[in-house]
């Protein structure tokens, strides 16, 4: 079935530093959504990408979508200690069900 | 901030227990969702719901059961827990697709 695959799993960076996050598909997404879940929490909604080639930015964060929509990226400029959590896309298909990826786990030295 | 709640936030029970697991949610939401998630790990459906009535099966099989009688409630049951439905339940409801999901604060199940 229908499968997102998410890398890398862990990611260690000194505060300051940059952090990308990769979400793959080997077929085509509908709409990517991404996530964020503190330690201990709750997944909380960060953005969703529709269209092909879509780039959205939040403050310090970057949301890609691929042109082929079989891939999407979060980029993380500066990372700050309260970015630390996993973060979770999610292929949004019309029906509703989300297939989550993996997970990237986020943590900041400070 | 979502209104969507969940009880108990924690539970630890022996096997063999019958256990109901509660979600609310104020917002009116018509689309409501139960995942599990293992420690670090992603999150699995395993039961949906787009409405008063209406329940299925998700993409991971699960030995609970749910039921929607009203549009703000959709408690999961398991009618004889084992130490294998240790886990946490996330409940999760939005308003149409594809549209953002809110999720409860969860339930850690432990199972003795």
């Known amino acids: 079935g229908q499968q997102v695959m998410q890398i890398p799993q862990y990611q260690h960076v000194q505060e300051g530093e940059d952090f990308t996050t990769y979400c793959n598909s080997s077929t085509t997404l509908s709409n990517i959504q991404w996530y964020k879940q503190r330690p201990g929490g709750h997944p909380v909604f960060l953005i969703q990408?529709?269209?092909?080639?879509e780039v959205k930015k939040q403050k310090r964060l970057t949301f890609q979508f691929g042109e082929a929509k079989k891939n999407s990226s979060l980029h993380i400029t500066a990372t700050q200690t309260t970015d630390v959590g996993t973060y979770f896309c999610?292929?949004?298909?019309?029906?509703?069900?989300?297939?989550f990826g993996q997970g990237t786990t986020l943590q900041v030295k400070p | 901030e979502a209104d969507i709640y969940q009880t108990p936030r924690y539970l630890v029970i022996g096997t063999g227990k019958k256990i109901t697991l509660e979600c609310s949610q104020t917002?009116?939401?018509?689309?409501m969702y139960w995942y599990q998630q293992d420690p670090g790990m992603e999150l699995h459906l395993i039961h949906y719901?787009?409405?008063?009535?209406?329940?299925e099966k998700g993409d991971l099989s699960s030995e609970s059961t749910v039921s929607r009688i009203r549009t703000e409630h959709f408690p999961l049951t398991l009618e004889s827990a084992r130490p294998s439905h240790t886990s946490q339940y996330l409940c999760?409801?939005?308003?149409?697709?594809?549209?953002?999901?809110?999720f409860g604060p969860g339930t850690r199940l432990t199972v003795l």
């Open positions: 990408l529709v269209k092909s080639g």
């Open positions: 917002m009116g939401h018509d689309k």
């Open positions: 999760a409801s939005s308003e149409f697709s594809p549209i953002e999901q809110f």
């Open positions: 999610a292929d949004a298909g019309n029906t509703g069900k989300l297939i």
């Open positions: 719901s787009y409405g008063v009535n209406s329940t």
